[in-house]
Structure formats: C-alpha cells, structure tokens
Antibody, heavy 119, light 110 residues
Framework: QVQLMESGGGVVQPGTSLRLSCAAS????????MHWVRQAPGKGLEWVAN????????YYANSVRGRFTISRDNSKNLLYLQINSLRAEDTAVYYC????????????WGQGTMVTVSS | QSALTQPASVSGSPGQSITISCTGT?????????VAWYQQHPGEAPKLIIY???NRPSGVSDRFSGSKSGNTGSLTISGLQAEDEADYYC??????????FGGGTKLTVL
C-alpha cells in the first residue's frame, strides 16, 4: 500500500545538524509534491517545508527559513530535510506528507520521526 | 504565517452533531477554497478527512462535512461516535505559497 517512512531522528545537542529521510513506496513519487510537518510534544501541527514534484521549487515556513533545507532524490524515492543549528524549539515529531494531487492538502502521512534537541 | 484560529475544545454526546470553526484571513482561508481538515488520535499520524473545503477522501465517513464562509471554514461531525474523540486540525494554502494549520481542537465525546 501507499506508504511513507521517516528516519534519522534522535537526541542531538543544540547547534548541531541532522538530516531526516523519508522513503516513499507504492506510488509514483516523481509526480507528487512533498512536505514536512512537525509537531512539538503536546502541541499542534506546524507546516515546515514543501518541494515540488521535480524539485525545482521549495517553500519554507518563516520559522525555519535559512536553517532548514528540503530536497529529494527522485531516482531513489527519497525525501530529505536537512536541519542546521538545531535549537531546543526544534524538538518535535517530524512527519513527511504527500501533497494531494490537484489539491493543497496532505493525503498520505508517515508515522513520524522524533527529534529531541537537548544538551 | 499566523496559525488559523480554532476553539481549543468542543464536546458532544453520542448521536449529536458538533461544529468546529477555523478562522483565518483574506490571505489564506478567505482567498482560496483549499481548507482541509485532519483527524489525529493520540500517538498516531494525522489523517486527512476533508479537502478543498468540503470534499471527502475515499473511505471517510459521510458523517464528516465541511463548509466555508468568508474567512472561516467549518467542520461538522454528525451522529457523534466514541471513535470520533480525537484532535482535529484545519489547514489552508496561503498567498505566500505556504501552508498554515490551526491550533487544533480536542473533541470529547461525553
């Protein structure tokens, strides 16, 4: 079945970097825009970043622009999120989500990967 | 990129109907018919239940319906069931080519 699976989370120190990955399966990854959404413990959802199906355009939330970089490898069906200069407020579950075709919503979600920033 | 405004909590008894509001601005909810709603049970990933204001994905119960008026979108759940108890989030596409979520609403089925 259509599936997204994140990996790469963990406990990291402030100021360090981390790269999250999202493996897509059972759908034509190269034809969908993709997103990262995060959720801090006990808090709501926060949209983080979007990348077009072909990687030509990328958009970011103001709160992460300049520190986060979204990318994809369509030959491997992989989505990435590079996070630099990690801060305590970046502590969250990070979900990758598929952009629904011809609609601006997120129709498939991964199970999430937890990032904890702590010294 | 301010979050959309949702009530923190709503409640209802089994069989009743409830409505959750989602208020944005003329740059997001009011500008596009791209309001979506997500259901999230504890410890699980969100699930899309409404897209493009009022459309249901395949497999979503017709007890869930959506609408929009001006800058406010709404989610109505009719015939409340115990399994509907969850957190609900709205989202909208914005004029800045970004997306924004609401703060979330906790639904309690009494």
């Amino acid at each position: 079945q259509v599936q997204l699976m994140e990996s790469g989370g963990g406990v990291v120190q402030p100021g360090t970097s981390l790269r999250l990955s999202c493996a897509a399966s059972a759908f034509s990854f190269t034809t969908y825009g993709m997103h990262w959404v995060r959720q801090a413990p006990g808090k709501g959802l926060e949209w983080v970043a979007n990348i077009w199906y072909d990687g030509r355009n990328k958009y970011y939330a103001n709160s992460v622009r300049g520190r986060f970089t979204i990318s994809r490898d369509n030959s491997k069906n992989l989505l990435y999120l590079q996070i630099n200069s990690l801060r305590a407020e970046d502590t969250a579950v990070y979900y990758c989500a598929r952009g629904q075709a011809r609609a601006n919503s997120f129709d498939v979600w991964g199970q999430g990967t937890m990032v904890t920033v702590s010294s | 990129q301010s979050a959309l405004t949702q009530p923190a909590s709503v409640s209802g008894s089994p069989g009743q109907s409830i409505t959750i509001s989602c208020t944005g601005t003329s740059s997001d909810v009011g500008r596009y018919n791209y309001v979506a709603w997500y259901q999230q049970h504890p410890g699980e990933a969100p699930k899309l239940i409404i897209y493009d204001v009022s459309n249901r994905p395949s497999g979503v119960s017709d007890r869930f319906s959506g609408s929009k008026s001006g800058n406010t979108g709404s989610l109505t759940i009719s015939g409340l069931q115990a399994e509907d108890e969850a957190d609900y989030y709205c989202s909208s596409y914005t004029a800045s080519n970004t997306w924004v979520f609401g703060g979330g609403t906790k639904l309690t089925v009494l």
